[in-house]
């Protein structure tokens, strides 16, 4: 496209907040979200962008987006562009909008496992493709050497590899766990702050997997995905889920009640994962761990 974007419109919370990190809340037409991320909105930094912004509701369609007249529409697979919607890169191009996919959710070569980097290093391209896209390009650059100064800082007392805490991070359960893979951001988080993923050797982001595998890898720490609404999503209701389920009830974890919650938007991809790693790194030394 010719000139810089102004009618930018995004899908997902964290997706939104690389925009407004950026100082880039008024190039946006809007932004849709799914149902139960109220959370997100409330605990963000950018509360006030958001207030600010255009809501385009939680239907990320191709009525919706065309509704808006975009410019430059940024999602990323499974977080908006999907062919079971008919909302892809290729359909944005053809309304004449840019399409631009989260590099989290890239998929990879040949088949629709998503990850094709490791999920900081996506977190900075994005910054910087994004920077350049919209002009913003020393913002970019002095935003990703903040968050390069907080991870390593968070790093200072972790213990080696070898020792490194064992840590679920559970999203949901309906009726099997949905969790991370080590091409989600979750991953890279646990690491940083001095974890180790359990389902770190899986080839995928966000995934499904089993409460056998789960209870098998006997986690130390349970990282709850906090959305903040519903009765089912609520960190409570969780804690109670995963206590009653027979075989997550012998782990370690569930045994001590190790449980760290964090809102959705700071488990994907988006400015706040440093800050989520420093808060993390804490609490795992705060456990002698």
Not at 20 to 42: N, P, Q, V, W
Not at 47 to 55: G, I, M, N, Q, V
Not at 83 to 109: F, H, I, K, M, N
Not at 150 to 164: D, H, I, K, L, N
Request: proline share 6%.
């Amino acid at each position: 496209m010719s000139g810089v974007p102004d009618r930018a419109v995004t899908n997902d919370t964290g997706i939104t907040e690389l925009m407004f990190a950026l100082g880039l809340g008024d190039r946006m037409a809007g932004y849709t979200t799914y149902e139960g991320k109220e959370r997100d909105i409330e605990s963000s930094p950018w509360r006030a962008d958001f207030e600010k912004t255009p809501s385009l509701g939680t239907a990320f369609s191709r009525e919706i987006i065309a509704a808006a007249r975009p410019d430059f529409v940024f999602a990323g697979w499974n977080y908006g562009f999907k062919e079971s919607t008919g909302v892809t890169p290729d359909w944005v191009r053809s309304t004449g909008a840019v399409p631009y996919q989260l590099t989290e959710a890239c998929r990879q070569a040949g088949n629709t496992k998503r990850g094709v980097v490791r999920p900081l290093d996506a977190l900075y391209a994005d910054l910087s493709n994004l920077g350049q896209i919209f002009g913003v390009s020393g913002r970019a650059a002095t935003l990703t050497a903040d968050y390069r100064k907080q991870v390593e800082a968070a790093r200072v007392g972790a213990p080696a590899a070898s020792a490194a805490a064992r840590v679920f991070p559970f999203d949901s359960a309906d009726p099997t766990p949905f969790t991370s893979g080590r091409n989600a951001a979750p991953d890279q988080i646990i690491a940083e702050a001095g974890g180790r993923n359990i389902f770190g050797d899986i080839d995928d982001s966000w995934t499904s997997a089993s409460w056998e595998a789960a209870a098998q890898r006997d986690p130390q720490v349970i990282v709850i995905v906090d959305y903040g609404a519903g009765p089912q999503n609520t960190v409570e209701a969780k804690i109670r889920q995963l206590e009653s389920q027979p075989l997550m009830a012998q782990t370690t974890a569930v045994r001590e009640r190790r449980y760290i919650s964090f809102p959705y938007a700071a488990l994907v991809e988006g400015p706040r994962n440093p800050q989520t790693i420093t808060a993390l790194a804490e609490y795992l030394r705060s456990q002698g761990l």
